[in-house]
Protein backbone atom coordinates (compact mmCIF):
# COMPACT_ATOMS: atom_id res chain seq x y z
CA UNK A 1 0.00 0.00 0.00
CA UNK A 2 1.27 3.09 -0.92
CA UNK A 3 2.24 5.47 2.25
CA UNK A 4 2.66 8.91 0.78
CA UNK A 5 0.93 10.99 -1.77
CA UNK A 6 0.98 14.75 -3.02
CA UNK A 7 -1.22 17.21 -2.14
CA UNK A 8 -1.59 18.47 -5.53
CA UNK A 9 -1.35 15.25 -7.58
CA UNK A 10 0.62 14.40 -10.22
CA UNK A 11 3.15 11.22 -11.01
CA UNK A 12 3.71 9.95 -7.55
CA UNK A 13 6.48 6.67 -7.44
CA UNK A 14 6.09 4.14 -4.33
CA UNK A 15 9.08 6.77 -1.89
CA UNK A 16 9.93 6.04 1.74
CA UNK A 17 9.97 8.33 4.98
CA UNK A 18 13.59 8.94 4.53
CA UNK A 19 12.82 9.84 0.59
CA UNK A 20 10.25 12.77 1.84
CA UNK A 21 12.55 13.98 4.28
CA UNK A 22 15.72 14.54 1.93
CA UNK A 23 13.78 15.63 -0.62
CA UNK A 24 10.58 17.52 0.44
CA UNK A 25 9.44 19.26 -3.04
CA UNK A 26 6.21 17.25 -4.35
CA UNK A 27 4.92 18.10 -8.13
CA UNK A 28 3.04 21.56 -8.79
CA UNK A 29 4.36 22.55 -6.00
CA UNK A 30 2.68 20.95 -3.74
CA UNK A 31 3.55 18.83 -0.15
CA UNK A 32 4.05 15.29 0.64
CA UNK A 33 1.62 13.66 3.35
CA UNK A 34 0.10 9.86 4.26
CA UNK A 35 -1.86 8.81 1.92
CA UNK A 36 -3.90 7.39 4.92
CA UNK A 37 -4.04 7.82 8.46
CA UNK A 38 -5.36 4.78 10.02
CA UNK A 39 -7.14 4.76 13.27
CA UNK A 40 -5.30 4.30 16.17
CA UNK A 41 -5.26 0.81 18.41
CA UNK A 42 -6.83 0.55 21.88
CA UNK A 43 -5.60 4.01 23.34
CA UNK A 44 -5.34 2.10 26.64
CA UNK A 45 -2.52 0.05 25.05
CA UNK A 46 -0.39 3.63 24.42
CA UNK A 47 -0.48 4.90 28.25
CA UNK A 48 1.97 2.82 29.52
CA UNK A 49 4.54 3.84 26.78
CA UNK A 50 7.43 5.59 27.36
CA UNK A 51 7.70 9.28 25.25
CA UNK A 52 10.28 7.29 22.73
CA UNK A 53 8.28 4.21 22.41
CA UNK A 54 4.92 5.68 21.82
CA UNK A 55 7.18 7.56 19.48
CA UNK A 56 8.28 3.96 17.59
CA UNK A 57 4.39 2.76 18.19
CA UNK A 58 2.95 5.80 16.23
CA UNK A 59 5.39 5.67 13.34
CA UNK A 60 5.16 2.07 12.55
CA UNK A 61 1.26 2.19 12.54
CA UNK A 62 1.71 4.86 10.19
CA UNK A 63 4.04 2.75 7.92
CA UNK A 64 6.73 4.73 8.70
CA UNK A 65 10.47 3.51 8.31
CA UNK A 66 11.98 3.23 12.24
CA UNK A 67 15.50 3.04 10.37
CA UNK A 68 17.46 5.21 12.83
CA UNK A 69 14.34 6.51 14.71
CA UNK A 70 16.05 4.86 17.74
CA UNK A 71 18.93 6.77 17.89
CA UNK A 72 17.27 10.04 16.88
CA UNK A 73 15.20 9.92 20.19
CA UNK A 74 17.75 10.15 21.75
CA UNK A 75 18.48 14.08 21.29
CA UNK A 76 15.72 14.34 23.96
CA UNK A 77 18.64 13.61 26.26
CA UNK A 78 19.44 17.13 25.55
CA UNK A 79 15.79 18.17 27.24
CA UNK A 80 15.20 19.12 31.02
CA UNK A 81 13.72 16.11 31.46
CA UNK A 82 14.11 13.06 28.72
CA UNK A 83 11.30 11.10 29.86
CA UNK A 84 8.98 13.40 29.63
CA UNK A 85 10.01 16.38 27.16
CA UNK A 86 6.78 17.53 26.72
CA UNK A 87 5.39 17.83 30.47
CA UNK A 88 1.97 18.81 30.91
CA UNK A 89 1.04 21.21 33.86
CA UNK A 90 -2.02 22.69 35.55
CA UNK A 91 -2.63 25.88 35.38
CA UNK A 92 -5.73 26.92 36.93
CA UNK A 93 -9.24 25.77 37.00
CA UNK A 94 -9.82 23.48 33.68
CA UNK A 95 -6.86 24.82 31.84
CA UNK A 96 -3.74 22.93 31.72
CA UNK A 97 -0.49 24.20 29.60
CA UNK A 98 1.74 21.43 27.85
CA UNK A 99 5.18 23.42 28.26
CA UNK A 100 6.59 22.25 24.25
CA UNK A 101 9.93 24.40 25.03
CA UNK A 102 11.95 22.33 27.56
CA UNK A 103 14.67 21.51 24.50
CA UNK A 104 18.26 23.33 24.06
CA UNK A 105 16.40 26.59 21.87
CA UNK A 106 13.73 26.79 24.01
CA UNK A 107 11.11 26.96 21.74
CA UNK A 108 8.78 24.00 20.66
CA UNK A 109 10.45 23.25 17.23
CA UNK A 110 13.14 21.73 19.53
CA UNK A 111 10.13 18.49 19.37
CA UNK A 112 10.36 17.90 16.14
CA UNK A 113 13.42 19.45 14.88
CA UNK A 114 16.19 17.89 17.78
CA UNK A 115 15.45 14.33 16.36
CA UNK A 116 14.86 15.20 12.47
CA UNK A 117 18.48 16.63 12.51
CA UNK A 118 19.81 13.10 13.41
CA UNK A 119 17.49 11.02 11.04
CA UNK A 120 18.26 13.22 8.30
CA UNK A 121 21.82 12.36 8.42
CA UNK A 122 21.12 8.73 8.72
CA UNK A 123 19.60 8.99 5.46
CA UNK A 124 21.74 11.22 3.54
CA UNK A 125 24.72 9.28 4.74
CA UNK A 126 27.80 10.00 2.74
CA UNK A 127 25.81 12.59 0.35
CA UNK A 128 26.58 16.16 0.56
CA UNK A 129 23.11 18.46 1.16
CA UNK A 130 22.39 22.07 1.48
CA UNK A 131 19.29 22.54 3.83
CA UNK A 132 17.02 25.74 3.36
CA UNK A 133 15.03 26.97 6.16
CA UNK A 134 13.44 30.37 6.52
CA UNK A 135 12.61 31.63 10.24
CA UNK A 136 9.94 33.89 11.48
CA UNK A 137 11.81 33.24 14.99
CA UNK A 138 11.86 29.88 16.37
CA UNK A 139 12.36 27.16 13.35
CA UNK A 140 16.21 28.90 12.74
CA UNK A 141 17.56 28.30 16.14
CA UNK A 142 16.18 24.94 16.74
CA UNK A 143 17.56 24.24 13.30
CA UNK A 144 20.76 24.97 13.90
CA UNK A 145 21.08 23.85 16.54
CA UNK A 146 20.14 20.14 15.25
CA UNK A 147 22.17 20.28 12.42
CA UNK A 148 25.48 21.73 13.81
CA UNK A 149 28.68 20.38 13.10
CA UNK A 150 27.02 17.11 10.84
CA UNK A 151 29.68 16.06 8.12
CA UNK A 152 28.36 17.05 4.99
CA UNK A 153 25.04 19.13 5.68
CA UNK A 154 25.13 22.45 5.14
CA UNK A 155 22.48 24.99 6.25
CA UNK A 156 21.15 28.33 5.37
CA UNK A 157 18.86 29.88 7.28
CA UNK A 158 17.23 33.26 6.76
CA UNK A 159 15.25 35.40 8.86
CA UNK A 160 13.58 38.81 8.34
CA UNK A 161 16.25 41.44 9.44
CA UNK A 162 13.79 43.33 12.25
CA UNK A 163 11.28 40.57 12.48
CA UNK A 164 12.52 38.08 15.47
CA UNK A 165 13.65 38.80 19.06
CA UNK A 166 16.59 40.00 20.30
CA UNK A 167 17.14 36.38 21.71
CA UNK A 168 15.97 34.74 18.60
CA UNK A 169 18.20 36.78 16.41
CA UNK A 170 21.35 35.65 19.04
CA UNK A 171 20.64 32.53 18.80
CA UNK A 172 21.46 32.12 14.99
CA UNK A 173 23.62 35.52 14.64
CA UNK A 174 26.32 33.51 17.01
CA UNK A 175 26.43 30.28 15.81
CA UNK A 176 30.06 29.35 14.96
CA UNK A 177 29.65 25.49 13.43
CA UNK A 178 31.50 25.89 9.92
CA UNK A 179 28.68 24.12 8.04
CA UNK A 180 26.12 26.90 9.08
CA UNK A 181 25.27 30.23 7.04
CA UNK A 182 22.68 32.98 8.57
CA UNK A 183 21.56 35.31 6.66
CA UNK A 184 18.94 38.23 7.51
CA UNK A 185 16.61 39.28 4.85
CA UNK A 186 15.13 42.41 3.69
CA UNK A 187 11.26 41.68 4.75
CA UNK A 188 9.01 39.53 6.89
CA UNK A 189 8.55 36.08 7.18
CA UNK A 190 6.48 35.68 4.61
CA UNK A 191 8.99 37.22 2.00
CA UNK A 192 11.72 34.65 3.37
CA UNK A 193 9.51 31.96 3.16
CA UNK A 194 8.59 32.71 -0.18
CA UNK A 195 12.97 33.00 -1.02
CA UNK A 196 12.83 29.77 0.24
CA UNK A 197 10.24 28.32 -1.79
CA UNK A 198 11.63 30.05 -4.85
CA UNK A 199 14.69 28.92 -4.43
CA UNK A 200 13.61 24.93 -4.33
CA UNK A 201 12.21 26.04 -7.50
CA UNK A 202 14.72 27.61 -9.47
CA UNK A 203 16.10 25.00 -11.42
CA UNK A 204 19.57 27.34 -12.50
CA UNK A 205 19.92 27.46 -8.50
CA UNK A 206 19.29 22.94 -8.63
CA UNK A 207 21.33 22.54 -11.35
CA UNK A 208 24.40 25.07 -10.37
CA UNK A 209 24.31 22.85 -7.32
CA UNK A 210 23.97 19.17 -8.43
CA UNK A 211 26.98 20.21 -10.66
CA UNK A 212 28.96 20.55 -7.55
CA UNK A 213 28.07 17.68 -5.96
CA UNK A 214 25.19 19.27 -3.68
CA UNK A 215 21.39 17.89 -3.03
CA UNK A 216 18.69 20.23 -1.70
CA UNK A 217 16.48 19.40 1.34
CA UNK A 218 14.56 22.23 3.68
CA UNK A 219 13.45 22.13 7.00
CA UNK A 220 10.73 24.35 7.11
CA UNK A 221 7.64 22.54 7.99
CA UNK A 222 6.98 21.89 4.41
CA UNK A 223 9.52 18.81 5.56
CA UNK A 224 6.91 16.34 6.16
CA UNK A 225 9.52 14.97 8.80
CA UNK A 226 9.04 17.64 10.76
CA UNK A 227 5.23 17.22 11.06
CA UNK A 228 5.62 13.45 12.11
CA UNK A 229 7.30 14.15 14.95
CA UNK A 230 4.93 16.88 16.08
CA UNK A 231 2.25 14.54 16.00
CA UNK A 232 3.42 12.63 18.82
CA UNK A 233 3.38 15.15 21.89
CA UNK A 234 -0.42 16.01 20.61
CA UNK A 235 -0.94 12.37 21.79
CA UNK A 236 1.50 12.75 24.56
CA UNK A 237 -0.80 15.53 25.86
CA UNK A 238 -4.01 14.28 25.90
CA UNK A 239 -2.04 10.98 27.29
CA UNK A 240 -0.75 12.55 30.32
CA UNK A 241 -4.29 14.31 31.33
CA UNK A 242 -5.38 10.46 31.20
CA UNK A 243 -2.47 9.55 33.73
CA UNK A 244 -3.22 12.69 35.98
CA UNK A 245 -6.72 11.42 36.42
CA UNK A 246 -8.20 15.10 34.67
CA UNK A 247 -10.12 12.65 32.36
CA UNK A 248 -11.13 9.30 31.70
CA UNK A 249 -9.88 7.13 28.64
CA UNK A 250 -12.45 8.37 25.20
CA UNK A 251 -13.06 12.00 27.07
CA UNK A 252 -13.05 14.55 24.63
CA UNK A 253 -10.69 18.16 25.34
CA UNK A 254 -9.83 21.24 23.74
CA UNK A 255 -6.95 21.77 22.25
CA UNK A 256 -5.99 25.43 22.12
CA UNK A 257 -2.75 26.39 19.70
CA UNK A 258 -1.01 29.71 18.79
CA UNK A 259 -0.42 29.69 15.45
CA UNK A 260 0.97 31.08 12.15
CA UNK A 261 2.23 28.77 9.36
CA UNK A 262 -0.08 25.83 11.03
CA UNK A 263 2.63 22.75 11.63
CA UNK A 264 2.01 22.62 15.37
CA UNK A 265 -1.80 22.79 14.74
CA UNK A 266 -1.32 19.95 11.68
CA UNK A 267 0.38 17.43 13.71
CA UNK A 268 -3.22 18.02 16.63
CA UNK A 269 -5.31 17.29 13.61
CA UNK A 270 -3.39 14.26 12.35
CA UNK A 271 -3.53 13.10 15.97
CA UNK A 272 -7.45 13.71 15.54
CA UNK A 273 -7.82 12.00 12.42
CA UNK A 274 -6.01 8.96 14.41
CA UNK A 275 -8.48 9.23 16.76
CA UNK A 276 -7.60 11.14 19.87
CA UNK A 277 -10.50 12.49 21.30
CA UNK A 278 -9.82 16.42 21.01
CA UNK A 279 -13.40 17.88 20.79
CA UNK A 280 -11.79 21.13 19.02
CA UNK A 281 -8.74 22.26 17.44
CA UNK A 282 -8.38 25.92 18.50
CA UNK A 283 -6.42 28.43 16.02
CA UNK A 284 -5.43 31.38 17.88
CA UNK A 285 -4.01 33.80 16.24
CA UNK A 286 -2.41 37.13 17.20
CA UNK A 287 -3.97 40.55 15.03
CA UNK A 288 -2.80 38.84 11.95
CA UNK A 289 -6.05 37.23 11.88
CA UNK A 290 -5.64 35.26 8.76
CA UNK A 291 -6.26 32.10 9.86
CA UNK A 292 -9.16 32.61 12.34
CA UNK A 293 -11.22 34.94 9.43
CA UNK A 294 -10.66 31.84 7.38
CA UNK A 295 -11.61 29.15 9.95
CA UNK A 296 -14.76 31.18 10.54
CA UNK A 297 -15.55 32.54 7.44
CA UNK A 298 -14.04 30.13 4.58
CA UNK A 299 -12.34 32.76 2.68
CA UNK A 300 -8.49 33.06 2.66
CA UNK A 301 -7.86 36.31 1.22
CA UNK A 302 -4.54 37.88 1.93
CA UNK A 303 -5.13 40.80 -1.20
CA UNK A 304 -5.49 43.72 1.18
CA UNK A 305 -3.77 42.63 3.91
CA UNK A 306 -0.22 43.81 5.25
CA UNK A 307 1.62 42.22 7.62
CA UNK A 308 1.89 43.86 11.00
CA UNK A 309 4.23 43.33 13.62
CA UNK A 310 3.10 42.48 17.06
CA UNK A 311 4.05 41.24 20.49
CA UNK A 312 3.94 37.55 19.31
CA UNK A 313 6.29 37.60 15.87
CA UNK A 314 6.65 34.05 15.57
CA UNK A 315 2.94 34.46 14.23
CA UNK A 316 3.30 37.14 12.37
CA UNK A 317 2.36 35.18 9.21
CA UNK A 318 -0.41 35.49 6.59
CA UNK A 319 0.27 32.80 4.08
CA UNK A 320 0.36 29.69 6.14
CA UNK A 321 1.92 26.83 4.46
CA UNK A 322 0.49 24.17 6.44
CA UNK A 323 -3.35 24.74 5.69
CA UNK A 324 -2.57 22.79 2.17
CA UNK A 325 -2.16 19.78 3.98
CA UNK A 326 -5.22 20.13 5.53
CA UNK A 327 -7.06 21.34 2.84
CA UNK A 328 -6.04 18.05 1.34
CA UNK A 329 -6.91 16.04 3.67
CA UNK A 330 -10.43 17.11 3.60
CA UNK A 331 -11.28 17.82 0.32
CA UNK A 332 -8.85 15.93 -2.38
CA UNK A 333 -6.28 16.93 -4.41
CA UNK A 334 -8.28 18.44 -7.41
CA UNK A 335 -9.65 21.37 -4.89
CA UNK A 336 -6.13 21.88 -3.05
CA UNK A 337 -4.68 22.41 -6.29
CA UNK A 338 -6.99 24.73 -7.32
CA UNK A 339 -7.05 26.72 -4.33
CA UNK A 340 -3.47 26.82 -3.84
CA UNK A 341 -3.36 28.38 -7.51
CA UNK A 342 -5.57 30.64 -6.67
CA UNK A 343 -3.83 31.84 -3.14
CA UNK A 344 -0.52 31.96 -5.70
CA UNK A 345 -2.14 34.33 -8.29
CA UNK A 346 -4.73 36.37 -6.64
CA UNK A 347 -3.98 36.00 -2.91
CA UNK A 348 -7.47 34.45 -2.79
CA UNK A 349 -9.38 31.66 -2.30
CA UNK A 350 -13.05 30.55 -0.96
CA UNK A 351 -14.69 27.18 0.57
CA UNK A 352 -18.17 26.21 -0.50
CA UNK A 353 -20.73 26.28 2.71
CA UNK A 354 -20.67 22.50 2.76
CA UNK A 355 -16.48 22.65 2.39
CA UNK A 356 -16.72 25.04 5.57
CA UNK A 357 -18.88 22.81 7.65
CA UNK A 358 -16.66 20.18 7.23
CA UNK A 359 -13.57 22.04 8.24
CA UNK A 360 -15.36 23.54 11.62
CA UNK A 361 -15.93 19.90 12.41
CA UNK A 362 -12.50 20.01 13.10
CA UNK A 363 -11.01 23.64 13.79
CA UNK A 364 -12.40 26.46 15.24
CA UNK A 365 -10.41 30.05 16.31
CA UNK A 366 -9.94 33.12 17.41
CA UNK A 367 -7.64 35.92 17.62
CA UNK A 368 -6.20 38.24 20.08
CA UNK A 369 -5.22 42.04 20.02
CA UNK A 370 -1.80 43.24 21.09
CA UNK A 371 -3.25 44.59 24.15
CA UNK A 372 -4.90 41.61 25.20
CA UNK A 373 -1.91 39.43 24.77
CA UNK A 374 0.06 42.06 27.44
CA UNK A 375 -3.35 41.61 30.29
CA UNK A 376 -3.11 37.76 29.91
CA UNK A 377 0.57 37.95 30.41
CA UNK A 378 -0.22 40.22 33.74
CA UNK A 379 -3.02 38.38 34.55
CA UNK A 380 -1.23 34.99 35.01
CA UNK A 381 1.97 36.42 36.72
CA UNK A 382 -0.45 37.48 39.91
CA UNK A 383 -0.42 33.34 40.18
CA UNK A 384 3.24 33.33 39.71
CA UNK A 385 2.84 32.18 36.02
CA UNK A 386 5.03 33.93 33.47
CA UNK A 387 4.09 32.97 30.02
CA UNK A 388 5.48 34.27 26.29
CA UNK A 389 3.69 36.38 24.36
CA UNK A 390 2.38 33.27 21.84
CA UNK A 391 0.77 31.59 25.14
CA UNK A 392 -1.00 34.75 25.92
CA UNK A 393 -2.45 34.98 23.05
CA UNK A 394 -3.96 31.05 23.02
CA UNK A 395 -4.68 31.87 26.63
CA UNK A 396 -6.72 34.49 26.00
CA UNK A 397 -8.82 32.19 23.15
CA UNK A 398 -9.00 29.93 25.88
CA UNK A 399 -10.90 31.36 28.25
CA UNK A 400 -13.69 32.22 25.50
CA UNK A 401 -14.64 28.63 25.16
CA UNK A 402 -17.17 26.32 26.99
CA UNK A 403 -15.98 25.33 30.85
CA UNK A 404 -17.43 21.51 29.86
CA UNK A 405 -14.11 19.93 28.89
CA UNK A 406 -10.40 20.27 29.93
CA UNK A 407 -8.92 22.86 28.06
CA UNK A 408 -4.92 22.27 27.18
CA UNK A 409 -3.48 25.14 26.25
CA UNK A 410 0.11 24.68 23.69
CA UNK A 411 2.78 26.96 25.49
CA UNK A 412 5.15 26.98 22.40
CA UNK A 413 7.86 29.29 24.33
CA UNK A 414 9.80 29.58 26.94
CA UNK A 415 9.15 33.37 28.76
CA UNK A 416 13.43 33.53 28.07
CA UNK A 417 12.59 34.18 24.46
CA UNK A 418 10.66 37.13 24.75
CA UNK A 419 11.61 39.22 28.19
CA UNK A 420 11.13 42.57 26.79
CA UNK A 421 7.33 41.93 26.29
CA UNK A 422 6.97 40.54 29.40
CA UNK A 423 8.70 42.98 31.27
CA UNK A 424 6.59 46.06 28.86
CA UNK A 425 3.49 43.92 29.88
CA UNK A 426 4.69 43.95 34.28
CA UNK A 427 5.95 46.91 34.73
CA UNK A 428 5.73 49.68 31.63
CA UNK A 429 9.26 49.32 31.67
CA UNK A 430 11.44 49.23 28.02
CA UNK A 431 14.29 47.08 28.73
CA UNK A 432 16.94 45.24 26.19
CA UNK A 433 16.70 41.57 26.58
CA UNK A 434 19.81 41.23 29.29
CA UNK A 435 18.27 44.00 31.23
CA UNK A 436 14.80 41.82 31.09
CA UNK A 437 15.98 38.54 31.47
CA UNK A 438 17.39 39.50 34.70
CA UNK A 439 14.27 42.07 36.05
CA UNK A 440 12.01 38.71 35.45
CA UNK A 441 14.79 36.01 36.81
CA UNK A 442 14.57 38.87 40.31
CA UNK A 443 11.34 39.37 40.57
CA UNK A 444 9.98 35.94 39.89
CA UNK A 445 12.68 33.48 40.82
CA UNK A 446 13.26 32.30 37.68
CA UNK A 447 16.48 30.56 36.50
CA UNK A 448 17.65 32.24 33.16
CA UNK A 449 18.69 28.91 30.48
CA UNK A 450 22.78 28.82 30.28
CA UNK A 451 21.92 28.46 26.91
CA UNK A 452 20.00 32.01 27.05
CA UNK A 453 22.46 33.56 29.07
CA UNK A 454 25.68 32.75 27.01
CA UNK A 455 24.20 34.10 24.07
CA UNK A 456 25.38 38.35 25.18
CA UNK A 457 28.85 37.30 25.23
CA UNK A 458 29.49 35.77 21.93
CA UNK A 459 30.06 37.25 18.87
CA UNK A 460 27.87 37.99 16.24
CA UNK A 461 28.33 36.33 12.57
CA UNK A 462 25.85 37.48 9.99
CA UNK A 463 26.52 40.45 7.48
CA UNK A 464 24.14 43.25 6.29
CA UNK A 465 20.59 42.44 5.67
CA UNK A 466 20.13 41.27 2.16
CA UNK A 467 17.37 41.47 -0.94
CA UNK A 468 15.42 38.56 -1.71
CA UNK A 469 16.80 38.45 -5.21
CA UNK A 470 20.86 38.15 -3.57
CA UNK A 471 20.43 35.25 -2.05
CA UNK A 472 21.08 32.40 -4.27
CA UNK A 473 24.57 34.27 -5.13
CA UNK A 474 25.34 34.71 -1.78
CA UNK A 475 24.37 30.79 -1.33
CA UNK A 476 26.75 29.19 -3.75
CA UNK A 477 29.30 31.78 -3.14
CA UNK A 478 29.44 30.26 0.69
CA UNK A 479 29.49 27.05 -0.50
CA UNK A 480 31.57 26.71 -3.04
CA UNK A 481 33.91 28.30 -0.58
CA UNK A 482 33.99 25.35 1.45
Given amino acids: MRIFTQTRGGDMPSIGFGDVILNPKANHGGLYTLAHFPPLPSLDTLLVLSYTQL ?15 SDALKSYASFDDPLDPAPVTHLHD ?24 RLFATYAQDKKYLLLTATSGDTGPATLESF ?45 QY ?13 HLTSRGFHVSASNSVNFGRIAFQIIYHIWGYLSLVRRQVITLGEEIYSVIPSGNFGNALGAFYAKLMGIPLHKIIIASNPNNILTEFIQSGVYDIS ?38 SLDTSKHYALTQVELTQL ?4 DAGFCSDEQCLEMIRSLSHIGKIIDPHTANAYAIAQTLPKDSPILINSTAEWSKFSPTITYALSDQTLDDAQSLEWISSRFHLPIHPQIRSLFDKYERVGEPAMPDTISALITQWLFDQ
Avoid at 163 to 192: C, E, Y
Avoid at 315 to 325: F, V, W
Avoid at 329 to 341: K, N
Fill in 304 to 341: HRSLLKTYSPAMDILKSSNIERVLFALFGEERTRSWMH
Fill in 94 to 117: HFYLQELYHGPSRAFKDMALQPLG
Fill in 195 to 207: TLKSLLQDQDFLD
Fill in 360 to 363: KKHF
Fill in 148 to 192: RSLNNIFVVCLYPAKGTSDVQRLQMSTQDAPNLKVIPIIGNFDDA
Fill in 55 to 69: TETIFAHLGLSLDGV
